[in-house]
Each structure stands twice: as C-alpha cells, then as structure tokens.
C-alpha cells in the first residue's frame, strides 16, 4: 500500500512556473513508476508525463514537451513535476500516480495502482 500526498500548486499567470511534488509513504517509492495526470473540467483525466523507477527514463505528453519536467528523489520518496512556461490551458486539477508495473509506457490512469489527492493548478491570461 502506498499513500501520495501532493503539494504545490496554486494560481499563475500565464509564462509563470510551479513545481509540484508528491511524497509517498512506505519504503518502496524506488520500485514505483511515477506518473503525473491532469484533469479539467468537462474533460477526461490525461497524462502528461512519467518517469522510471531509477529515474533515468522520462516520457512527456506532447503538450507539455519542453515545458514541464518530471523528476523523482527516491531517497526523500518525493516525484516532482516543474511547470515553466505556464499557459491558460494548462489550467486543471493535476494528479502524481504510482504504478507498480516498470516501464514509462504507463501513459493510461487505467495503469496505474495509487493516486495523490489532487491539486489545482490554475494558470491566468
């Protein structure tokens, strides 16, 4: 069992940055895929980046490429999410999720086992 609990988040406006992040409970963070999700209104929860176990692989969705980085400190049970160049549609309620299956091709909520509570994240024109 494995418990997230997200924090940061907040109102910007837009070409703004945030960061993210969501500390697990128990021992074994190292051996979770970590993955970010966000959900706006009306609409379905999409992924938007993931991360390997080790932390050396990462994979982003196409709309955040370049923008957002995912990153994890297995050490301190924490995965990251760093949101630069912030843009009106990046308004959503975004939430960590951990998988116990390796890979990052985990892109689907369906794949993933544990989910942080959520956190919004509104961003201003």
């Known amino acids: 069992q494995v418990q997230l609990v997200q924090s940061g988040g907040g109102l910007v406006e837009a070409g703004g940055s945030l960061r993210l992040s969501c500390k697990a409970s128990?021992?074994?963070?190292?051996?979770?895929?970590m993955g970010w999700f966000r959900q706006a209104p009306g609409k379905e929860r999409e992924f938007v980046a993931v991360i390997s176990r080790s932390g050396i692989l990462t994979r982003y969705a196409d709309s955040v490429k370049g923008r957002f980085t995912i990153s994890r400190d297995n050490a301190e049970n924490t995965a990251y999410l760093q949101m630069n160049s912030l843009k009106p549609e990046d308004t959503a309620i975004y939430y960590c999720?951990?998988?116990?299956?390796?890979?990052?091709?985990?892109?689907?909520?369906?794949?993933?086992?544990?989910w942080g509570q959520g956190t919004q994240v509104t961003v201003s024109s």
């Open positions: 999720a951990a998988s116990s299956t390796p890979g990052i091709s985990r892109t689907t909520p369906q794949e993933y086992d544990y």
């Open positions: 128990g021992r074994t963070f190292g051996s979770y895929t």
